[in-house]
C-alpha cells in the first residue's frame, strides 16, 4: 500500500472521521512519563551510591559506619532541633558571601567585557584569585578578623569571586552583537542595555557560576567554622572528628547534602525554569 | 515628515593588511519626504554600510547627512530600522520588544500601550501581543520588527532587505502590508533591496548605486499609480531597471 504522510487515516487505519468533526490527536500519557523520566536517575544515582557505600561497610565494619546507624544520627540530629540551628548558621554565612560576590562580579564581569581598559586592568587581578586555594583564604579571614562573622563573609566572598567574575567574563564577550546594534539603533538608555540586553544574555553564565559558586562557597564556609567559629555545619563536623565519631561527622555532611540538593532543586532549578521560559524546549537527540 | 538628504558622503575601510580602500565615493541623493526611496546596487556596494551611517552605527570620512524638517530636535536623530533578521529580544514578548524602543524614543508611558497594540493590529499581529518571539514564524517576526520600526513615528525610516530572509509567498505579503502602510502613514523610508521586483513594487524613487566604491548611478522616479498593485506592469518597470544596472556595469567592464 501505498503511504501517505499527509493522511492520518492511512497511518493508523482507523476510518475516516464525519465531514466537519475535528480529531485531536492522542500524546500519550505525557505527563506519567516527563515524571518518571525526571525522578529515575537521580534516584538511581543516590541509590547506587548507598550501594557501594554499604558494600564497603559489610567489608570494611570497623573503618565505616554502618549506612542506618548514619541515617538514625542524621534522624536525631533533625529532630531535636539541632540541625536546623547549625545549618541556618552556615546556609547565612554562604548567602551573604555569595550574593556579595555575586553583585561585585556581574558588575566587574560586564565592565571586563566591554571596556578594553577594564579588562586589561582586571584580567591579571582575577586570574591571580583564581590560583588562591580557599584554605588560603580561610585562614587569611580568620587571622584578619578573628573569630567573629567577618571571616566566613571574606572568605567566601574573594574565593568565589574571581571565578564567577570569569564565568560572566566569558558570557559578556559572546553577546549577541545584532542585538546590542537594534539597542544602539532604538536609543535604549544605558540601563535598558544592561538590564533588557545583557543580563537575560547573561542568565546560563550567572546560573553556572551560582551553582559552581555555591559549591565552592559551601567548602570555604565548612573551613572557616572549623576552626573560626563556634557554630555551624563545619564546627559540629569539627567537634565529632574530634571525639573520632565517624557516625556524626558523616551524618553532619549527609544533612548539608541534603540541603545543598534542596537549593539546587527548590531554588535554582525553579529560578532557571522561570527565567528562560521564553525558550522553546529543544530536543536534542530526537529520531 | 522629514526628508533626508545625503551630500558627498565618504566612507573608507581598512584590510586586513592595513590597506584603505574606499566604499562609497562622494555619494549624493535625497529621500523625499513621505516618500519609499529604494536602494538598488551590487553586492557588497555598501549599501547596509550607508544605513549604518544613518544611524550611527557607522562613522562616516566625508560629506554630511542632513535631515530637513525632523520633528524631534535632539543629539542622534529617531530613525526606526527593519533589519534583515527581525532582531527581536527573545526572552522579551512582543508587546515588550515594541514598548522597549518605545520607550527609547521618549514615548510618554500613558501612550505606549495605545500604540503597541495600534501598530500590531496594522500589521495584523494584535492577537500575539503576549507572545514570545521564538514561538513565531519567520515572517510574522518581521512584522513585529516593522511594527516596532513603525511605531516610534520616527522623522525617518531605514529597512535593509527586510524580507530576504523568508520564503517568495510570505515576503509577497509582507511587501503588500509594507507598501499599503507607507501609503496610509507617510512616512519617509530608505528601502535596500537586490530584489528589482521588490523595488518596483515598494518605491516611489529608485536609487541605483555603482559597484564599489559606491557611487549614484541613477536617480529614477517609479511611473507606477498608487495603490501599488502586483501585476506584470511591476516586472515591466524591474525590466527597465535592470537594463539600467546591467548596462553600467557592462559599460564599467
Known sequence: MAFDSNNPTAMTGSPAGVAGAETIPSFGNSFGRDLLGRILPPVLAVTSVIAIWWSLYLIYPRLLPSPMNTVNEAIRLLSDGTFLFHMYQSLRRVFVGSVVAMFFSV????????????????????????????????????????INEWSPYFA?????????????????????????????VFHFSKWMKITQVILPQLVPNIFAATRYGLGLAWK?????????????????????????????VIAWTLTF?????????????????????????????RR | MAELVVENVEKWFRREDGQPFKVID???????AGSVTVLIGPSGCGKSTLLNSIVGLERLDRGELKFVNGGHPRQRPLIGYVFQSPRLLPWKTIGDNIRLALKGAAVAEAEREQRVRNYLELVGLGEYINQFPLYLS????QRVGLA????????????????????????RQLRQTTRRLCEQLHRTVLFVTHNLAEAAYMS??????????????????????????????????????????TLKEETES
Open chain 1, 220 to 248: 570555604v564556609v565548612v573551613v572557616v567554622e572549623m576552626f573560626g567559629t563556634s557554630n555551624g555545619v563545619g564546627y559540629q563536623v569539627m567537634k565529632s572528628y574530634q571525639v573520632f565519631n565517624m557516625e556524626g
Open chain 2, 26 to 32: 562622494r555619494l549624493s541623493f535625497h529621500a523625499r
Open chain 1, 156 to 184: 567566601v566572598t574573594v574565593t568565589i569571586f574571581p571565578m564567577l567574575v570569569i564565568n560572566i567574563w566569558a558570557g559578556v564577550k559572546s553577546l549577541d552583537k545584532d542585538l546590542m546594534d537594534m539597542s544602539h
Open chain 2, 148 to 171: 516596532r520600526a513603525l511605531a516610534i513615528e520616527s522623522d525617518l525610516v531605514l529597512m535593509d532587505e527586510p524580507f530576504a530572509s523568508v520564503d517568495e509567498l510570505t515576503a
Open chain 1, 107 to 146: 558588575g566587574v564581569g560586564i565592565y571586563m567585557g566591554t571596556v578594553l581598559m577594564g579588562e586589561r586592568f582586571f584580567q591579571p587581578l582575577v586570574v591571580l584569585g583564581l590560583t588562591i586555594p580557599g584554605l588560603m583564604w580561610a585562614l587569611i579571614a580568620v587571622m584578619l578578623f578573628g
Open chain 2, 138 to 141: 519567520g515572517g510574522q517576526r
Open chain 2, 204 to 245: 516611489d524613487f529608485v536609487v541605483t548605486l555603482t559597484r564599489r566604491p559606491a557611487t549614484l548611478d541613477a536617480y529614477v522616479a517609479n511611473p507606477l499609480p498608487t495603490p501599488r498593485q502586483w501585476g506584470p506592469e511591476i516586472y515591466g518597470f524591474a525590466a527597465e531597471l535592470e537594463t539600467k544596472v
Open chain 1, 257 to 285: 547534602v541534603v540541603a545543598m540538593i534542596v537549593i539546587e532543586y527548590g531554588m535554582i532549578n525553579l529560578a532557571e525554569r522561570r527565567l528562560t521560559a521564553w525558550r522553546p524546549k529543544i530536543d536534542v537527540w
